[in-house]
């Protein structure tokens, strides 16, 4: 079992950065596909980034193309969600989720296995 522990989150006005960190444990993560998560209040939670294991291949929905980019350094074991040019659309509660079964991206929540507990990321208008 492998263990996400999310942090970077917080209050950012929008236009603005943040870089999101998860740091896994009990496992290397650099066996897995990787991704982002997020949830707002009263909506379903929805997919924001993957990254295949090899690194060479990454996947985001239109909504944060071009803004957003997941990045992974196997040596301290984590993987990051870089945000620029946020908008008050993109608060919400971010997770980081493995899927220790395949060698596809998905972007499904049911796919991914571990999630870590979320870090809080608010936009001001």
């Known amino acids: 079992q492998v263990q996400l522990v999310e942090s970077g989150g917080g209050l950012v006005q929008a236009g603005g950065s943040l870089r999101l960190s998860c740091v896994g444990s009990?496992?290397?993560?650099?066996?897995?596909?990787m991704a982002w998560f997020r949830q707002a209040p009263g909506k379903e939670r929805e997919f924001v980034a993957a990254?295949?294991?090899?690194?060479?291949?990454?996947h985001y929905p239109d909504s944060v193309k071009g803004r957003f980019t997941m990045s992974r350094d196997s040596a301290k074991n984590t993987v990051y969600l870089q945000m620029n040019s946020l908008k008050p659309e993109d608060t919400a509660v971010y997770y980081c989720?493995?899927?220790?079964?395949?060698?596809?991206?998905?972007?499904?929540?049911?796919?991914?296995?571990?999630w870590g507990q979320g870090t809080q990321v608010t936009v001001s208008s």
């Open positions: 990254i295949h294991w090899s690194g060479a291949t990454t």
């Open positions: 009990g496992r290397r993560i650099s066996n897995y596909i």
């Open positions: 989720a493995a899927d220790v079964n395949s060698d596809y991206i998905s972007d499904q929540v049911h796919d991914f296995t571990s």
